[in-house]
């Protein structure tokens, strides 16, 4: 509904704006209807059993862009900090290619479209194979290729540099609550079953590494930053 209703209207401004001070005026303007409109709305939401304490966070919404030119766009609550969830995965891929090489990463995930198909193996049975990197089970196993690369820490610090924001944390509660719900655990030993963890791999270690990259706390501006070091990749 945000999109359907604000992005319309980008034409108008655009055409509207001689410089690109009144161009910045003018996005955050149509920013901050966005964040209106979207707050109208936030009553919908409706959390699953992994993310019930943050029922009274529902009401929070912001939006932050971080120009190329270094100037910042927020408007809302772009520093309120909440978990990363999926959108590590992509930092994860990053740094696996960094570190293990493309030949590596992708000798076990696909670059298909979000799916996990049914395929027959060797034996005639059939198993789930992860086809990108996107997917929890294709997160999984590239988290399997760095847990034996690189210490957590580590990756916390890069990501810290990554995202330009020195205060990301692991959340405790988040991560604990994820281990307790989720039902990776058998689809890690699934995947080492398959051979898409390779055997000298620890499946423990793995997930337990996929869960606390996905249970770090961000903040909208967090993750301007990172979009503004992939934009200019």
């Given at each position: 509904r945000i999109i359907q209703t604000v992005f319309p209207m980008l034409?108008?401004?655009?055409?509207?704006?001689?410089?690109?001070k009144q161009e910045a005026f003018k996005y955050e303007d149509v920013l901050e209807q966005?964040?209106?409109?979207?707050?109208t709305h936030t009553h919908?939401?409706?959390?699953?059993?992994?993310?019930?304490?943050?029922?009274?966070r529902c009401s929070q919404l912001?939006?932050?862009?971080?120009?190329?030119?270094?100037?910042?766009?927020?408007?809302?609550?772009t520093k309120v900090r909440?978990?990363?969830?999926?959108?590590?995965?992509?930092?994860?891929?990053?740094?696996?290619?960094?570190?293990?090489?493309?030949d590596q990463v992708f000798k076990k995930v696909g670059m298909e479209r979000p799916a996990i198909h049914l395929i027959a193996d060797e034996t005639g049975k059939y198993g789930q194979?992860?086809?990108?990197?996107?997917?929890?089970?294709?997160?999984?196993?590239?988290?399997?290729?760095?847990?034996?690369?690189?210490?957590?820490?580590?990756?916390?610090?890069?990501?810290?540099?990554?995202?330009m924001d020195p205060d990301i944390n692991l959340d405790k509660k988040v991560y604990h609550s994820e281990m307790s719900h989720i039902p990776q655990p058998g689809n890690a030993y699934l995947?080492?079953?398959?051979?898409?963890?390779?055997?000298?791999?620890?499946?423990?270690?793995?997930?337990h590494f996929y869960v606390k990259m996905c249970s770090l706390s961000v903040t909208a501006e967090s993750l301007a930053g990172l979009g503004l070091i992939l934009?200019?990749?």
């Open positions: 034409p108008y401004y655009q055409k509207a704006t001689p410089n690109k966005a964040v209106a409109l979207g707050k919908e939401v409706q959390l699953p059993p992994t993310y019930q304490n943050l029922e009274g912001g939006v932050s862009v971080f120009c190329r030119n270094g100037k910042r766009i927020s408007v809302g609550d909440f978990s990363i969830q999926s959108i590590s995965k992509i930092i994860t891929l990053a740094v696996a290619l960094e570190i293990c090489g493309f194979f992860p086809y990108n990197p996107m997917i929890n089970a294709g997160a999984i196993v590239v988290a399997s290729c760095l847990a034996s690369e690189i210490s957590f820490d580590t990756m916390l610090d890069t990501i810290r540099a990554l995202c995947l080492e079953s398959k051979g898409y963890i390779e055997k000298n791999k620890d499946v423990e270690n793995s997930l934009a200019n990749d």
